[in-house]
């Protein structure tokens, strides 16, 4: 299940939004207790074959014949519903494989269970659960806009070592190069990005991704009164947190990433509404400004990392569910 989630993790960036899922075909081996690896494959862009299908796809001709023996090792509930692709759930049948290891269960309405079902109407034995934890982190953003109905939400802010993240107001120039590289890179894996009109209006953000390889994050702006004094191609207008949710909702939006400023962010933080906080703290400090956002009492330090002397914590909730 490791290698399954090793290779999920490579459709990232072009599996969205259907979530990143990786398959093995495991054959009995007398030379090898564990077996031995005939096939394997990956969710590699939406649209095209699932994980299952690129797996029996990549079985070598001389070993099909073991198919009858093998077991399919899969990170995500193999799907049981037409969409671009047929089910998975029948390809899996067809194949006549005997077991299926699953990470974990499919959240989307339309399998839920359904493609387990399928396999054990077919006589396969199924186990659920393997490494479930995992599976169902690496396809946090998937797993929360099916669950809550809302996309995953990233709050990040960079602040002064005694807390500020701007200097009486004017913006303070806190990442170096290489950190902003990270924030591009950042935008790049997420699918919106948002900013509160007086940080839109006083800093004139691209939000957009320039230092990385990706496509941009769709922009928007909270604005209280819902719009803005820019061109129709700009940044998108929302009135309030609540319309921001329905917008990312009804465009498919998985995950966005709130920059601030200060009142953006503590509106977030104050409505409950965050799954990871990422903070890069400088080495300098200024004598005022406006306070960086205080972090809520239940978070977790995912990991802390140092470049360029400035320190980037990651804390998410605890538990992710």
């Not at 806190?174 to 990005?193: G, Q």
């Not at 928007?220 to 609540?242: Q, W």
């Not at 978070?299 to 002397?309: A, Q």
Request: proline share 7%.
């Amino acid at each position: 299940m490791r290698r399954c989630l090793q290779l999920a993790a490579q459709g990232r960036m072009e599996s969205r939004p259907n979530p990143m899922v990786g398959a093995l075909i495991v054959a009995p081996d007398d030379r090898c207790p564990e077996g031995r690896i005939i096939g394997e494959g990956y969710h590699v862009r939406c649209g095209e074959g699932h994980a299952e299908v690129n797996a029996f796809a990549s079985v070598r001709p001389a070993d099909e014949g073991l198919l009858s023996a093998s077991t399919v090792y899969v990170s995500l509930e193999p799907c049981a519903h037409y969409g671009k692709t047929p089910p998975c759930a029948d390809l899996i049948v067809s194949k006549g494989v005997r077991r299926v290891v699953v990470g974990c269960v499919d959240p989307f309405a339309k399998v839920q269970g359904r493609g387990i079902g399928r396999l054990r109407e077919a006589g396969i034995d199924v186990t659920v659960g393997v490494l479930a934890a995992e599976c169902e982190w690496l396809n946090r953003r998937f797993f929360t806009f099916h669950r809550h109905h809302r996309p995953y939400i990233i709050l990040k802010w960079a602040q002064t070592a005694n807390g500020f993240i701007d200097d009486h107001g004017r913006a303070l120039a806190l990442s170096t190069p290489f950190t902003r590289m990270l924030v591009h890179k950042l935008r790049a894996e997420e699918d919106a990005i948002v900013v509160g009109r007086v940080t839109y209006e006083r800093e004139h953000p691209q939000l957009n991704v320039r230092d990385w390889r990706g496509p941009a994050p769709v922009p928007f702006v909270l604005s209280a009164s819902g719009d803005l004094p820019t061109a129709p191609t700009g940044p998108i207008a929302v009135s309030s947190i609540d319309r921001l949710m329905r917008e990312c909702v009804e465009r498919q939006l998985q995950s966005v990433i709130v920059e601030g400023g200060a009142s953006t962010l503590q509106a977030f933080l104050d409505a409950d509404l965050w799954d990871e906080i990422r903070v890069e703290t400088a080495p300098l400090c200024v004598d005022g400004g406006t306070p960086a956002p205080k972090l809520p009492p239940c978070v977790r330090l995912l990991k802390s990392d140092i470049f360029d002397d400035n320190t980037i914590q990651t804390f998410t909730k605890q538990p992710f569910s």
